[in-house]
């Protein structure tokens, strides 16, 4: 056996050369997966080793292995889902954060992770422009994010009505309801299910034609039921629009009626750092909890969330918890363990940190202003070919576009079956990724444009692909 410094060498040297190998063949690589699940399986599912092999063996194998299965998700034409890539800075902390492999729970177990935590959990209420008072915490994604802003409000909210949710659990306690538009993700019920609120307890009211959560149904349902616990969840950018609530109407609304309001800002929060779409937020700041990812806009490796809770205190009671057997700071040192629902965690901190020192306010003003521009020209473009109409024109980075059959017999159910056939098309040539959605009914082709690397050339590359394919796919249905 090597020396543990010579092992760690030779395989970290290794790692280096396929790492810088994948980041410069973007260009000549296919966006999309090529290799089937049964090659995949094939190649990976192997036995189970008996004895050691060599970390250089193994991770060559890996590399071997996962050819062709590794979706491009990083590069600069990739706009599916809302997946950002990888700034050089934040690519390179996450490497030492797993070098340094410190347990990010408490301040005594790896005191840097917690003041680089602290710190940067400050520069992002500056740059989302937030109550500076409030508390943050980092997790994996808006998952959690959500799980823990809605743990803090179950907290409030039940003890406003004398009950310790925390010692007594749900069982017995008052209802409470959950209110938000037809446009919520998914990731809301998730987090209601985690935390034992109840799917059947959220409501859904309608949005209007632009995505937006409108005042008199939401006034409505706060005067229905007046005395019950009540949280209200609103969107700052919602998956198919980039929608945004209006914020400065709905939120002193709610608070009219003592609910609790959450924002939905997964990606749309970050339009706060860009003095051109901030507009959008107005009045953002009065609500009592806040989610976005650092994964997406921010080009932080996954994963990478954040959750700030106006409420220390609720937030706090929520998650704290003390054990003899455990080392707290007795000075005011940040235990993180004490705002996050993980224990034991990684030190995701550092990319954050090393993300937000790269770009500064200016870089990532920039870097909002530069993919709502590219993800606007991929739109307007596609959507003045022949056959493609455009059903969203981004107001941020998202927009929805839709393809026609091109008969004039055509029903909706031929667009929605061509729509998701060009979509299939254009994966299978590898220049780009977009992936579909139902808006109103109707299928669409959803583009999402947040990585720092897309530029006027990957636009005009992929713009047209998409041409030549639909082309090519009206061609032949014209002829079939």
């Not at 071997?64 to 599916?80: L, P, W």
């Amino acid at each position: 056996m090597e020396d543990n410094s010579s092992t760690f060498s030779s395989v970290l040297t290794l790692a280096l050369a396929h790492a810088l190998d994948h980041l410069s063949s973007d260009d000549h690589r296919p966006v999309n997966a090529p290799a089937s699940l049964t090659t995949l399986r094939q190649k990976l599912d192997l036995p189970l080793n008996e004895a050691c092999i060599a970390p250089k063996t193994v991770l060559n194998d890996l590399v071997s292995g996962v050819e062709g299965g590794i979706i491009d998700s990083a590069g600069g034409r990739f706009y599916g889902w809302v997946i950002g890539g990888s700034l050089p800075a934040a690519l390179a902390a996450d490497w030492l954060t797993s070098a340094w492999d410190q347990n990010a729970g408490l301040f005594a177990c790896s005191p840097a992770a917690a003041v680089v935590e602290e710190t940067a959990g400050r520069w992002l209420k500056e740059l989302l422009r937030l109550p500076l008072t409030a508390s943050f915490a980092f997790v994996t994604g808006a998952q959690m994010a959500h799980t823990t802003c809605l743990a803090a409000a179950r907290h409030a909210l039940l003890a406003r009505n004398n009950w310790d949710v925390e010692q007594n659990g749900l069982s017995g306690s008052p209802t409470i309801r959950i209110l938000t538009s037809t446009e919520k993700h998914g990731t809301v019920n998730r987090a209601v299910r985690l935390l034992g609120l109840g799917e059947k307890n959220i409501t859904t009211l309608p949005a209007d034609a632009n995505g937006r959560l409108s005042e008199e149904s939401l006034k409505q349902a706060l005067e229905a039921e007046p005395t019950t616990p009540t949280i209200v969840i609103l969107q700052a950018g919602d998956l198919n629009l980039g929608a945004f609530d209006d914020f400065s109407t709905l939120i002193p609304l709610a608070k009219k009626h003592n609910a609790w309001v959450h924002v939905d800002g997964a990606f749309g929060l970050w339009a706060a750092a860009s003095p051109r779409f901030r507009h959008l937020l107005a009045g953002v700041e009065a609500a009592d909890s806040w989610v976005v990812d650092g994964h997406k806009w921010l080009n932080v490796p996954y994963d990478s969330g954040y959750a700030f809770v106006a409420d220390r205190a609720a937030h706090r009671a929520s998650f704290a918890y003390y054990a003899t057997y455990l080392t707290h700071d007795a000075s005011n040192a940040r235990d993180q363990m004490d705002w996050n629902p993980e224990f034991s965690r990684r030190a995701r901190g550092f990319a954050t940190y090393a993300a937000i020192r790269q770009l500064g306010i200016s870089g990532i003003a920039d870097l909002i202003d530069r993919t709502c521009a590219h993800a606007n020209a991929i739109v307007t473009r596609i959507g003045a070919l022949p056959n493609a109409e455009i059903l969203g024109t981004p107001q941020i980075n998202q927009g929805l576009l839709r393809f026609h059959y091109p008969s004039a017999e055509a029903t909706e159910q031929d667009h929605d079956a061509f729509t998701n056939r060009v979509i299939a098309e254009i994966l299978a040539t590898g220049e780009a990724f977009f992936t579909g959605t139902t808006w109103q009914g109707r299928r669409a082709m959803r583009v999402s444009v947040c990585n720092w690397q897309t530029s006027s050339t990957d636009v005009n590359r992929v713009c047209r692909c998409v041409s030549k394919v639909l082309e090519k796919v009206s061609a032949n249905e014209r002829t079939s």
